[in-house]
């Protein structure tokens, strides 16, 4: 029986090429999309080929695609999912609405695990099928002017790598296609359309936007032709192996991915910048640094944990600190502590996902003490699950608080540290946002956003005066592992643990293994002082040694290795035996 397949966004290039590719190789495709004519274009003159109407942002669409083709299948669903569709618009991220950032993540991300969910039980049933996912070079190197896109690509990868351990207990593999710069009109068009509502009078982006304009038509014409992506992605589907991965090279790409892992940060990250027409990063002067009387510092998050220890730590060094956090109860009883041990800290409740908590909080602290000097974006959460299980809107909020709420702080502080030429943004990410465990996928998706996004940032920045760094712990016994815990409650309470009842089982005993290894919000909140302070300080800070090995080791060690190891850290073997029997 021939392959049936299910592709997303057919009517572009790549998606177009991959389905044209998939019918030549005698496999039934499902070609889906938004544009119902373009698709009826799609499937004219091919009998092997059904058009289906298809938005993956709407689940009313998906069900509805998932029920016509078990109608037409008897059942069956399909063989394999390759995942086209996609939405990139470019830019500094400072010019990138909230709206439109969250809008790559909803396509990019929340489309693709929607999709993916929608069709897998089946494939899990018969233990075999394929998914495969259409990503791009920037799931693994960050340019400035790429960052929305690239954050999405990140979180991607994040997502596909802790799903595919997961799956491959049930005889489902994942691959993620990564393709370099495609000749691709359409997508073309819609990346570079938005560039010229940027370029307002005045703006700081002006020769910025004007020399990515430049090159638009070199990107139309220079890229790799989609059909070569889809030879990949047709070699995923049908060869006897799926790969983890495969990248499809075009002109700079190969160059590009060695210069990104064998240069030092800070040489890429000006190469960069002279491309896109960016000054080399300035040195913000020592008397707005390391010399600075009293500078200005926020910390959102900061009720417990590593944010309580900051505010701690920078109250001590001298920082007038700003410590916001959505939980007013917490909050209140750190002030408290706070008084008693005689430090002075201004308390302000501000959840990172209300828009109106951010512009009231900026309005306050310009009227406590001027411009902030030092802002940490430390709130954050970990959803835990398997990623099939995850609810849509709780991946939807992993994303809103990890990723969007740090960018909420960055567009409402930063143009002020450009303007003055100096400032610091310390962003507590996670050793989660280099390798990806199983069970932890959504929130692996938001860490990976983040160090992609904090990464475009470092580049755009740091021309006018601003560090952007990265603090990366390991798992911190704080209540942090409590709250992660709390994540589960709702999959039980639903009865919905039943299929992954011997993973559930082991849940209590995964934590306490991080937590053998993790560190203490003291430690980190040392690694924020640090970076804060240092005259010339570092793109990333691991903390603690586990951390600094883990970020050390991962570029270097093979997928297949890392893969086992995890597997051994996470009794996957076990678990899939529990699982078949």
Same mark, same amino acid.
């Given at each position: 029986?021939?392959?049936?397949?299910?592709?997303?966004?057919?009517?572009?290039?790549?998606?177009?090429?991959?389905?044209?590719?998939?019918?030549?190789?005698?496999?039934?495709?499902?070609?889906?999309?938004?544009?119902?004519?373009?698709?009826?274009?799609?499937?004219?003159?091919?009998?092997?080929?059904?058009?289906?109407?298809?938005?993956?942002?709407?689940?009313?669409?998906?069900?509805?695609?998932?029920?016509?083709?078990?109608?037409?299948?008897?059942?069956?669903?399909?063989?394999?999912?390759?995942?086209?569709?996609?939405?990139?618009?470019?830019?500094?991220?400072?010019?990138?609405?909230?709206?439109?950032?969250?809008?790559?993540?909803?396509?990019?991300?929340?489309?693709?695990?929607?999709?993916?969910?929608?069709?897998?039980?089946?494939?899990?049933?018969?233990?075999?099928?394929?998914?495969?996912?259409?990503?791009?070079?920037?799931?693994?190197?960050?340019?400035?002017?790429?960052?929305?896109?690239?954050?999405?690509?990140?979180?991607?990868?994040?997502?596909?790598?802790?799903?595919?351990?997961?799956?491959?207990?049930?005889?489902?593999?994942?691959?993620?296609?990564?393709?370099?710069?495609?000749?691709?009109?359409?997508?073309?068009?819609?990346?570079?359309?938005?560039?010229?509502?940027?370029?307002?009078?005045?703006?700081?982006?002006?020769?910025?936007?004007?020399?990515?304009?430049?090159?638009?038509?070199?990107?139309?014409?220079?890229?790799?032709?989609?059909?070569?992506?889809?030879?990949?992605?047709?070699?995923?589907?049908?060869?006897?192996?799926?790969?983890?991965?495969?990248?499809?090279?075009?002109?700079?790409?190969?160059?590009?991915?060695?210069?990104?892992?064998?240069?030092?940060?800070?040489?890429?990250?000006?190469?960069?910048?002279?491309?896109?027409?960016?000054?080399?990063?300035?040195?913000?002067?020592?008397?707005?640094?390391?010399?600075?009387?009293?500078?200005?510092?926020?910390?959102?998050?900061?009720?417990?944990?590593?944010?309580?220890?900051?505010?701690?730590?920078?109250?001590?060094?001298?920082?007038?600190?700003?410590?916001?956090?959505?939980?007013?109860? *917490? %909050?209140?009883? $750190?002030?408290? @502590? !706070?008084?008693? #041990?005689?430090? =002075?800290?201004?308390?302000? &409740?501000?959840? /990172?996902?209300?828009?109106?908590?951010?512009?009231?909080?900026?309005?306050?602290?310009?009227?406590?003490?001027?411009?902030?000097?030092?802002?940490?974006?430390?709130?954050?959460?970990?959803?835990?699950?398997?990623?099939?299980?995850?609810?849509?809107?709780?991946?939807?909020?992993?994303?809103?608080?990890?990723?969007?709420?740090?960018?909420?702080?960055?567009?409402?502080?930063?143009?002020?540290?450009?303007?003055?030429?100096?400032?610091?943004?310390?962003?507590?990410?996670?050793?989660?946002?280099?390798?990806?465990?199983?069970?932890?996928?959504?929130?692996?998706?938001?860490?990976? *956003? %983040?160090?992609? $996004?904090?990464? @475009? !940032?470092?580049? #755009?920045?740091? =021309?006018?005066?601003?560090? &952007?760094?990265? /603090?990366?712990?390991?798992?911190?016994?704080?209540?942090?592992?409590?709250?992660?815990?709390?994540?589960?409650?709702?999959?039980?309470?639903?009865?919905?643990?039943?299929?992954?009842?011997?993973?559930?089982?082991?849940?209590?005993?995964?934590?306490?293994?991080?937590?053998?290894?993790?560190?203490?919000?003291?430690?980190?909140?040392?690694?924020?002082?640090?970076?804060?302070?240092?005259?010339?300080?570092?793109?990333?800070?691991?903390?603690?040694?586990?951390?600094?090995?883990?970020?050390?080791?991962?570029?270097?060690?093979?997928?297949?290795?890392?893969?086992?190891?995890?597997?051994? %850290?996470?009794? $996957?073997?076990?678990?899939?035996?529990?699982?078949?029997?």
């Amino acid at each position: 029986m021939s392959k049936r397949v299910l592709v997303t966004g057919a009517t572009g290039g790549i998606g177009r090429a991959v389905v044209a590719a998939l019918a030549e190789a005698g496999c039934e495709v499902f070609a889906s999309g938004r544009d119902v004519e373009a698709l009826l274009g799609l499937s004219r003159g091919r009998a092997q080929v059904r058009s289906l109407e298809l938005d993956v942002t709407s689940e009313r669409s998906i069900a509805s695609a998932r029920a016509e083709i078990l109608s037409h299948t008897g059942g069956y669903g399909v063989d394999a999912i390759v995942h086209a569709a996609g939405v990139v618009e470019l830019g500094p991220l400072l010019t990138i609405t909230d709206g439109a950032l969250r809008r790559h993540f909803e396509v990019n991300v929340v489309g693709f695990a929607a999709v993916t969910r929608a069709f897998l039980p089946e494939m899990k049933q018969r233990r075999a099928g394929r998914v495969v996912a259409v990503a791009s070079v920037l799931d693994r190197i960050t340019l400035a002017t790429h960052g929305a896109y690239g954050a999405s690509m990140h979180a991607l990868r994040g997502l596909c790598e802790a799903w595919r351990l997961e799956l491959d207990l049930f005889g489902v593999d994942v691959t993620l296609l990564e393709p370099g710069t495609v000749r691709q009109t359409g997508f073309v068009r819609e990346a570079f359309g938005g560039l010229d509502s940027k370029r307002t009078r005045g703006s700081r982006w002006i020769g910025v936007i004007d020399r990515l304009k430049s090159f638009e038509r070199a990107f139309a014409g220079l890229g790799a032709p989609p059909e070569r992506v889809a030879q990949g992605a047709v070699a995923a589907v049908t060869g006897r192996r799926a790969p983890r991965r495969k990248v499809t090279p075009s002109l700079g790409t190969g160059a590009q991915l060695a210069a990104a892992r064998l240069l030092p940060t800070r040489v890429f990250d000006n190469a960069v910048r002279s491309v896109l027409g960016l000054r080399p990063r300035r040195t913000a002067p020592l008397t707005s640094t390391v010399l600075q009387e009293r500078p200005l510092a926020l910390v959102t998050g900061a009720a417990g944990g590593i944010g309580a220890a900051t505010v701690r730590r920078l109250a001590r060094a001298g920082y007038r600190v700003v410590a916001t956090d959505r939980d007013e109860e *917490a %909050l209140a009883r $750190l002030d408290v @502590a !706070l008084v008693a #041990e005689q430090l =002075s800290v201004e308390t302000e &409740v501000m959840d /990172v996902t209300s828009q109106r908590d951010v512009v009231h909080v900026a309005r306050k602290v310009h009227e406590w003490g001027g411009d902030v000097d030092l802002l940490v974006n430390n709130a954050g959460y970990a959803e835990l699950g398997p990623v099939d299980l995850v609810d849509l809107d709780a991946l939807r909020r992993q994303i809103d608080v990890n990723v969007l709420g740090p960018m909420r702080l960055v567009r409402a502080f930063a143009p002020q540290m450009c303007d003055r030429g100096a400032g610091r943004v310390v962003q507590v990410s996670s050793v989660a946002g280099l390798v990806a465990f199983p069970f932890m996928g959504a929130y692996h998706a938001s860490k990976y *956003a %983040l160090e992609a $996004l904090s990464d @475009a !940032l470092r580049q #755009e920045l740091g =021309s006018f005066g601003v560090d &952007v760094i990265l /603090v990366e712990p390991s798992f911190i016994r704080t209540g942090f592992a409590a709250a992660a815990r709390r994540t589960v409650d709702p999959y039980r309470e639903r009865g919905e643990v039943e299929a992954w009842a011997p993973a559930f089982e082991r849940m209590e005993r995964f934590i306490g293994r991080l937590d053998a290894v993790g560190g203490e919000a003291e430690e980190v909140a040392e690694a924020i002082f640090v970076a804060a302070r240092a005259a010339e300080p570092q793109a990333r800070y691991a903390t603690p040694w586990s951390a600094e090995l883990t970020a050390r080791a991962i570029p270097w060690v093979p997928e297949a290795v890392r893969d086992r190891l995890i597997g051994e %850290l996470f009794d $996957l073997r076990a678990i899939g035996r529990e699982l078949t029997s």
